[in-house]
Structure formats: C-alpha cells, structure tokens
C-alpha cells in the first residue's frame, strides 16, 4: 500500500487498522530535513495524532525512515500530495 499521510497513516499502523507489513512506501506533505525538524513534527503529532501510544509510533516512524519508506515531495520543491480523498492507496 501507499500512504500519503505521515500522522493519520502511523495513526492507522498503531491502532491495528493497517499492518506495517502492507506499507510499502509513504509519500508525506512534511519538509523535514534535520533532526530538528524531526522531532518537531513528531512531538506536535505525538499529540495531535498518536496519543493511544506515541512510543510505539515514533518507532513505527523510525523504522520508516530506516528503511527508506518515507518520501517527502516537498523536500525537492515538489507539492505534497491530495489526501482529499484518502490517505492510503493499494496501488504499489
């Protein structure tokens, strides 16, 4: 599957509605490009997204971004993607 949202689709991975299994990329609206900026965007969806357990969701958000699962559009001058309609495709 393919997501186009960081914070509602780790918010799915956590709560048992998508398995991490079937992830095979994200394509995300964020622009993080430090540590910094990490942590920002994490400690702000921490609350606002992944309150039923944000440890386990900083985890599932490292192990994405270990292994190369997380692409931010944004980062290249490009326009994140339309959630209007979802944020999870099966297309692969």
């Known amino acids: 599957m ?6 509602r689709c780790v ?23 430090t540590v910094r900026d990490w942590e920002g965007l994490i400690r702000s969806y921490k609350s606002q ?3 039923s357990d944000p440890d386990q969701a ?12 997380v692409i931010q559009p944004r980062v ?7 959630i209007s309609e979802g944020w999870w495709s099966k297309d692969a």
């Open 58 to 69: 900083i985890g599932v958000v490292a192990k994405l971004l270990s292994e190369g699962k």
């Open 49 to 51: 997204y992944w309150q």
């Open 11 to 33: 918010k799915d991975i956590i709560e048992g509605k998508v398995a991490y299994s079937q992830v095979d990329v994200i394509i995300t609206g964020t622009k993080a490009l």
């Open 2 to 7: 393919i997501g186009y949202s960081l914070s």
């Open 76 to 82: 290249d001058g490009n326009m994140p993607p339309n």
